[in-house]
């Protein structure tokens, strides 16, 4: 028998114990999915009768049917009537969307934050990062914190509003935490509406780093941080008096005494790239640009160096990527509830998407595991230093709808969701330190417009160093070009 052949035989040896591997491990989950979702019309109508002393008639809809209509609801592509069609033809009904909604509108909020703990306990307790792919980070949790808006219609005027959302992203874990809906009250109260959310949630100080960006940084949040024993994180604002101390020696004494955390620091980062810009004669300039970044943190120095602080803010990001998957598949961008109790039904919403997203990461998890046993032998070891794999979670979100009847219902098994692995779960792989200008075609979105006042802020710059114009720049061009310089 040659090398080649003998090579090939245990290779599928290898894959085929890890897929039965992977079976097995998919049917214990499947068993604990349904678990939690096991008749779950009588538990709402315990909730509902515990709540108000009523029964609910079961005549033409069921509670699990209605929980079914909602949860492929949320999807953002999906309508009333499409989700109600289909809803009909696989339970061989003929029943009008209405009845869908007057039933759910029953199904108290409890039922889905209780629906949410267990999913999201069942994970933390199992199915995490940390506990199921032994991926340790020095014990501490790394969250990422922002804030997001949407149009909503809370109000109930016959207009639209804009309202805030905060966004609690768990990058340890890779998994959101939390999805507050803060309302119109709260539009630019990011920093307030944070400290009212820390302070319902308790959250564990001792296990927790929070990230910001410079929107955050603020000495009062900083003080409540340092006060209450919260570990952060915090890019500073370039009108920060930290950043000119020679010009605000007074002002910052005035302030470091008022820091009682003598851990308190800050960092300067300095990255310098290259890259090349097209003038509007079809020339291209070769610059080279040095972007400064300062942050602040309380971390210790002994166990959390500068490059450490620097690679934790890195993290940011994660929690934008959350928001663009959220707005890209959910009904999120645009909120429009025609009822007295709008609020509530945007709330079952947030919880709705949150256990979706937390089921699709225990299977990915579990996929990955195993991915993960078979990547330690010497068969897929190709590209292992050039690339990063990532899923497509948007595919993965898309191919979920085909199995959230057998959820809901309490019927998932291993079959099922080995077919959702194979099928929607595929990887990519990213080319590592690969920047590209994200750039949009379409004049309606906002990255097409950023991309035109991008070219036209560069060219401007450049036309300024050749022609010695750079006194006739405004301040914000000024500011960037003190960042620039051209390569020749």
Request: hydrophobic letters at 30%.
């Amino acid at each position: 028998m040659s090398y080649k052949v003998k090579n090939n035989i245990v290779k599928n040896n290898i894959n085929n114990i890890l897929n039965n591997k992977m079976s097995n491990d998919l049917h214990i989950f499947s068993i604990e999915l349904n678990k939690i979702f096991f008749n779950i019309n009588e538990t709402i109508n315990k909730i509902i009768f515990d709540s108000t002393g009523k029964k609910s008639r079961n005549r033409k809809l069921f509670f699990n049917e209605v929980v079914n209509y909602l949860f492929n609801y949320t999807f953002i592509n999906s309508t009333k009537l499409k989700v109600v069609s289909n809803l009909n033809y696989e339970n061989d009904k003929k029943v009008h969307y209405s009845n869908y909604q007057k039933k759910e509108a029953k199904i108290p909020l409890l039922f889905y934050k209780d629906l949410f703990n267990k999913i999201q306990s069942l994970f933390y307790n199992k199915y995490s990062d940390s506990n199921y792919l032994n991926n340790k980070n020095n014990n501490n949790k790394i969250v990422c914190v922002d804030g997001t808006y949407n149009n909503t219609n809370i109000l109930n005027n016959g207009k639209l509003e804009t309202s805030l959302n905060m966004g609690y992203y768990d990058f340890t874990n890779k998994i959101p935490l939390e999805l507050k809906l803060k309302g119109t009250e709260n539009k630019n109260k990011e920093i307030n509406s944070f400290i009212e959310d820390i302070k319902n949630n308790n959250f564990d100080a001792n296990n927790i780093i929070f990230v910001f960006d410079r929107a955050y940084y603020s000495y009062d949040l900083i003080n409540y941080l340092d006060k209450n024993n919260y570990h952060y994180v915090i890019r500073v604002k370039k009108s920060s008096l930290y950043l000119n101390k020679d010009k605000n020696k007074d002002k910052i004494n005035k302030i470091n005494k008022k820091i009682n955390n003598k851990n308190v620091r800050f960092i300067n980062y300095n990255t310098k790239y290259n890259f090349e810009k097209t003038t509007k004669k079809n020339t291209k300039v070769k610059l080279e640009r040095t972007a400064n970044c300062d942050v602040v943190t309380n971390l210790n120095i002994n166990d959390y160096d500068d490059e450490m602080i620097k690679d934790i803010y890195k993290n940011r990001w994660s929690v934008e990527v959350f928001f663009k998957i959220l707005k890209l598949n959910f009904k999120f961008s645009n909120m429009n509830y025609n009822n007295y109790n709008s609020k509530s039904q945007y709330e079952k919403q947030y919880l709705i998407i949150l256990i979706q997203y937390y089921i699709m990461r225990i299977i990915e998890n579990i996929y990955l595991k195993n991915i993960n046993d078979l990547n330690k032998h010497k068969f897929n070891k190709k590209n292992k230093n050039k690339y990063k794999t990532i899923h497509n979670k948007s595919l993965m979100i898309d191919g979920f709808k085909k199995i959230i009847n057998n959820i809901i219902n309490g019927n998932t098994n291993k079959d099922l969701l080995l077919k959702y692995c194979n099928h929607f779960i595929i990887k990519i792989n990213v080319q590592i330190d690969i920047n590209k200008e994200r750039k949009c075609k379409n004049p309606c979105f906002k990255w097409y417009l950023k991309s035109y006042a991008e070219f036209y802020k560069y060219n401007k710059i450049i036309d300024a160093i050749t022609n010695n114009k750079t006194d006739d720049l405004n301040k914000n061009l000024k500011l960037f070009l003190s960042e620039l310089k051209i390569i020749k």
